[in-house]
């Protein structure tokens, strides 16, 4: 069942004499539970879209809608209380509150949304042992690795149980044993959660984590690929074939 259906999305910046058009028309649909990789050149437009996708930014003309609500067509306000229920969102830098602990930091949602205290904490001790970071509940982001930031943010984007975690480039800052935990956890919690991904990568390893995998390229949709029952390995030399084809997956900003 989709969860999210983009239609025809444009996004164009500047203006008539100086235009340029990053999204050329772009149809995406995500089913509920799939796991899903955007990848694609430098300057292809995948940031743009999950950017768009995730309501941070608005598009050209075109429709979105998450579970069958259109985003597009929202007032800011509306906009706001619809992310607070329905989005999480994995940045590359954290985005932690360097004065709040990991505790705290990881229960903003709930307390946005008025939670009460025995839910909320019911929800925190089981996500943080999932997670692998319960230990270090109490101390503050200047005082946790890159992978425990990393955890912990992802431990906020998912409290609140939103219908779709977006994921900006989650590993980009991280060694590649924390980016392996990271990515193992997000990959659990997908599978026993039922939570639905949508991931901004460079990195084929990080894409072989999941279901299936979106290549963008010159604001288009050039192709995909879906796991299947392939192994992950299997998997990662598929992408790295379209890689090859698309002349190398660089980071995007």
């Known amino acids: 069942m989709a969860i999210l259906e983009a239609a025809k999305i444009h996004k164009i910046y500047g203006n008539k004499f100086n235009k340029q058009e990053v999204l050329k028309g772009i149809d995406v649909t995500i089913d509920k539970g799939e796991f899903v990789s955007i990848m694609g050149p430098s300057g292809s437009g995948k940031t743009t879209l999950l950017n768009v996708l995730s309501s941070i ?68 001790d089981g996500l943080a042992k999932e997670l692998g970071i319960y230990d270090v509940k109490d101390k503050y982001p200047s005082e946790l690795s890159g992978g425990q930031k990393q955890r912990t943010s992802a431990a906020r984007a998912f409290i609140h149980k939103p219908s779709i975690i977006f994921a900006d480039e989650p590993t980009g800052a991280l060694d590649s044993k924390s980016a392996s935990d990271l990515l193992n956890k997000l990959s659990e919690l997908n599978k026993n959660r039922f939570a639905t991904v949508v991931m901004v990568t460079h990195d084929m390893t990080a894409a072989s984590f999941s279901n299936r995998v979106m290549f963008i390229q010159d604001g288009q949709l050039y192709t995909q690929l879906t796991k299947g029952e392939q192994t992950r390995q299997e998997f990662y030399k598929d992408i790295l074939k379209t890689q090859s084809i698309l002349g190398g997956v660089q980071d995007e900003r």
């Open 57 to 124: 930014d608005r598009v050209s003309s075109g429709m979105i809608t998450i579970k069958n609500y259109d985003i597009t067509a929202m007032k800011e306000k509306k906009l706001a209380e619809f992310r607070k229920h329905h989005l999480g969102f994995i940045f590359q830098e954290y985005n932690l509150l360097d004065t709040l602990t990991a505790k705290e930091n990881i229960l903003l949602p709930l307390s946005i949304a008025n939670t009460s205290k025995k839910d909320a904490l019911q929800q925190f």
